[in-house]
């Protein structure tokens, strides 16, 4: 059974720092690409960025909201994603989710989310 | 590339027949998914590639189009199906999804 399960949402201050996981199971994680996508209180969903996978030599893809301030990365040995948020502001206040890309084409499974607040 | 939806809000009865459409600011082919999202819960892909339905998927989830302009429909809604729906385009960078579309009971 495919799961992704994100962790180290919470509250941080304006410019504060925080990075986000995901663990993957019950599949080939080094296969796919990996994406992020995030959902304000109230508000649609918003995609934040992408990480390839090996075979794509890692590169990665980012939202203009959030480019130069967030890193995605991964751990294929561990079979984890992350998601580095730095310079952190109040609209970025949200739910997080990890989701597995395949073929580029479509985000097949997702993980439960996970809230990040910021806030003074 | 911007998707807009309509209806925004959809107000229907079980049984009825449901049309959703995107509307892409410019050409994006085939590269159009659709998720339901149901409230405190993540996103679950419906269809892909415009028109093919993911596996596990009732058949009354049908999607078409090409280009610029899609639709999903419901062919007789259930009570599970009461949602909010979103349309995503995988075409470019950055990837959008569209604003949503709430279907509510009426």
């Known amino acids: 059974e495919v799961q992704l399960v994100e962790s180290g949402g919470g509250l941080v201050q304006p410019g504060g720092s925080l990075r986000l996981s995901c663990a993957a199971s019950?599949?080939?994680?080094?296969?796919?690409?990996m994406d992020w996508v995030r959902q304000a209180p109230g508000k649609g969903l918003e995609w934040v960025g992408r990480?390839?996978?090996?075979?794509?030599?890692?590169?990665?893809e980012y939202a203009a909201s959030v480019n130069g301030r967030f890193t995605i990365s991964r751990d294929d040995s561990k079979n984890s994603l992350f998601l580095q948020m730095n310079s952190l502001k109040i609209e970025d206040t949200a739910v997080y989710y990890c989701?597995?890309?395949?073929?580029?084409?479509?985000?097949?499974?997702w993980g439960q989310g996970t809230l990040v607040t910021v806030s003074s | 590339i911007q998707l807009t939806q309509s209806p925004s809000f959809l107000s229907a009865s079980v049984g009825d027949r449901v049309t959703i459409t995107c509307r892409a600011s410019?050409?994006?082919?085939?590269?159009l998914a659709w998720y339901q999202q149901k409230p405190g819960k993540a996103p679950k892909l419906l269809i892909y590639?415009?028109?093919a339905l993911q596996s596990g998927v009732p058949s009354r989830f049908s999607g078409s189009g090409s280009g610029t302009e899609f639709t999903l429909t419901i062919s007789s809604l259930q009570p599970e199906d009461f949602a909010t729906y979103y349309c995503?385009?995988?075409?470019?960078?950055?990837?959008?999804f569209g604003g949503g579309t709430k279907v509510e009971i009426k």
């Open positions: 990480i390839r996978n090996k075979g794509n030599s890692y590169t990665t």
């Open positions: 590639a415009a028109s």
């Open positions: 410019q050409g994006i082919s085939s590269y």
């Open positions: 995503q385009q995988v075409n470019s960078y950055p990837l959008t």
């Open positions: 989701a597995r890309d395949s073929g580029a084409v479509k985000f097949d499974f």
């Open positions: 019950g599949f080939t994680f080094s296969d796919h690409y």
